[in-house]
């Protein structure tokens, strides 16, 4: 009879070490997992790319500066970037420079857009030249190497040339890159955006 009696002496307190609290319902202090054990959710809020003085800052898919100097031949109103261009893989760059005046007849002029990342260790130019009103290079720059681009800018819209950056150069850039563009005349930077 004692045996039959410790035997049920030990199921009572086993029932005892149930898996939930019969008040609350909650699971009892026996079956919890240790504090130690468990982790806090931590959210991690991104912080906008800072400014980055005379650039342009990319913070999502369109970027513009206007240009309120007045350059001589050429002034240049004001640069776009829109990020994602159709029948383009990846993540490439529209860039629309607009400008007023008239295009030299003779000479040199290139439209260029330079970009870097956060850091500024890596670095992108855009650029398109033409001499005397014909194109003559239409290219990306990186790393102390040019690479020529297919086909030719946009320039069916008067005042604008709407050229792309492809998404190998986007991609180099980051998620944080700034820019700024300029119109150059025989050498000479004649107007820049933003300014």
Known sequence: MKRAASV???VLVLAGCGNADSET???????????SSTTAAT???????????????VRGVDSSCASVGV??????TGVSVHLGVPGYAGTA?????SYQGELPATGTVLWSLSAA???GSNAVQLGYKTLD????????????KQQNLSGAPDISVPGQVMAVLPSAA????????????TVNVDGEDVDRCPN
């Open 8 to 10: 049920s002496l030990a």
């Open 25 to 35: 319902g909650e699971p009892s202090s026996s079956t919890r997992a240790p504090a």
């Open 43 to 57: 959210s991690v809020v991104a912080q906008p790319a800072p400014d980055v003085p005379g650039q342009v800052v």
């Open 71 to 76: 350059g001589v031949p050429i002034d240049l």
């Open 93 to 97: 760059a529209r860039v629309v420079w």
């Open 117 to 119: 990342d956060r850091g």
């Open 133 to 144: 009103g014909n194109q003559i290079a239409y290219f990306t720059f990186a790393g102390a």
């Open 170 to 181: 986007v991609a180099a850039l980051g998620s944080e890159w700034h820019w700024k563009a």
